[in-house]
């Protein structure tokens, strides 16, 4: 079953490899209760409820969680000042906050609040200490401001893309320097890919951010993956999924959690997506990145000189293997002296394995990455 049409390369933030095993997740289990009892639903009227939900503006905070057996994070000691302020320039280029704060969403809680006011207007504040990071979309303009450097990125969506703007803005936000995502956005990436390889159930009712929810399961058929199942909370009233789960096999706690702990459905205030830097801040006019022609995942392990910088997709469903080719992958990730602490040296390469995703560097320069154990990304290497 297809409810949505979605490819699998947007798991994959083309700027970053590490982002690649977080392609989103986070943070508050249900909170079932004997009070929550809501009509019964099969597995595909919620799904369609979840289709069929027509909100398009909000805002509230969401909590993001990893619980993957990695020490907490903190990179932004691992990386010079010049890594830290330079943002370079280009198509092809990448922003260096984005190799820190993927890391960083690696292992434990993160809080950010959300605004949304359409499917042109969004706004992302991830709350650091003493600090504030900002992830502004409106209209064609989209900026990116990190107050502890006082640097600020703005890129132009192009006018030819304002027909696709939402389908436009959705593969940029990809490739922005944050792997945060909302409940809904996170959820649409896993239900947007069923196929005969998942079981779908229904859950216990439960609550979310003060709101009644059903719980849809997601469960991997295949035993080739690290994935024991995916759990979305779905808003009872609206259809907007308000939290996803992520289990790990052999592991009770959740390994990767997302969810709203108040969401707000009132229209946030359109001053909210109106970005002006500081007058004192260091500002960059970046290139828009180009469309990544071919790269849909319709045919894996397409090596032709033409995908020579896009990403290889082989596998299917949850045993799904990318490839990203050396040419594409950032010189800032092998330059980060945290490397060597992230990563055990193994036969081919170096590896970063966790109890829910597997990232393979191999020394031929290609990055690896799947949630799937090493030995599936080693002989894909091969």
Same mark, same amino acid.
């Given at each position: 079953?297809k ?7 947007r798991?994959?933030? #083309?700027? =970053? ?10 943070? =508050? ?13 099969? $597995?595909?009227?919620? !799904? ?9 503006? &909000?805002?509230?905070?969401v909590? @993001?969680?990893?619980? !993957? ?18 943002? $370079? ?14 890391l ?12 949304? /006011?359409?499917?042109s ?22 900026? %990116? ?17 304002? +027909? ?7 593969? %940029?936000?990809? *490739?922005? $320097? ?11 990436? &896993?239900? /947007? ?26 469960t ?7 994935? #024991? ?13 308000? @939290? ?11 390994? &990767? ?10 229209? $946030? ?5 109106a ?25 894996? /392990?397409?090596?032709?000189p ?5 990403? =290889? ?14 040419a ?23 590896? =970063? ?17 799947? +949630?799937?154990?090493l030995?599936?990304? *080693?002989?894909? +290497?091969?």
């Amino acid at each position: 079953m297809k409810l949505v049409s979605r490819n699998s390369l947007r798991w994959l933030p #083309a700027f =970053v490899v590490p982002a690649v095993v977080v392609a989103a997740v986070i943070a =508050v289990p249900l909170q079932a209760g004997a009070t929550v009892d809501l009509p019964d639903k099969t $597995p595909e009227q919620v !799904l369609l409820l979840v289709n069929d939900s027509t909100v398009s503006a &909000f805002s509230g905070t969401v909590e @993001q969680s990893a619980d !993957l057996g990695l020490p907490s994070l903190g990179l932004s000691a691992g990386m010079s000042e010049s890594m830290k302020g330079a943002l $370079p320039e280009g198509n092809d280029s990448v922003i260096p906050l984005g190799v820190t704060t993927a890391l960083e969403l690696l292992s434990g809680s993160h809080e950010f609040r959300v605004y949304v /006011g359409g499917e042109s207007q969004s706004r992302v504040q991830i709350k650091d200490r003493m600090a504030e990071r900002d992830v502004v979309h409106n209209g064609s303009d989209i900026w %990116l401001y990190d107050s502890s450097t006082n640097a600020a990125t703005h890129l132009s969506l192009p006018a030819d893309l304002e +027909a696709t703007a939402q389908a436009k803005s959705a593969e %940029l936000q990809s *490739q922005l $320097p944050t792997d945060l995502a909302t409940p809904a956005q996170l959820a649409e990436r &896993f239900l /947007g890919e069923l196929d005969p390889s998942t079981t779908v159930s229904v859950g216990t009712d439960a609550r979310v951010a003060g709101r009644s929810v059903y719980e849809l399961v997601l469960t991997p058929k295949t035993t080739e993956t690290l994935v #024991a199942s995916v759990s979305i909370a779905v808003d009872s009233e609206t259809g907007l999924p308000l @939290q996803v789960t992520v289990l790990a096999l052999g592991q009770s706690a959740p390994a &990767f959690q997302v969810g709203f702990t108040a969401i707000d459905f009132a229209a $946030p205030n359109a001053d909210l997506f109106a970005f002006t830097p500081p007058a004192t801040a260091t500002v960059t006019e970046q290139a828009v990145p180009a469309p990544m022609e071919g790269a849909t995942g319709d045919q894996p /392990g397409d090596h032709s000189p033409a995908a020579g910088q896009v990403p =290889v997709v082989t596998g299917t469903g949850w045993s799904t293997i990318v490839e990203v080719p050396a040419a594409a992958v950032p010189a800032e990730l092998s330059a980060n002296p945290m490397l060597d602490q992230l990563t055990t040296a193994v036969d081919g390469g170096r590896a =970063v394995t966790t109890s829910l995703v597997t990232v393979f560097l191999s020394n031929d320069g290609r990055v690896f990455a799947g +949630a799937v154990p090493l030995a599936a990304l *080693q002989a894909a +290497a091969e």
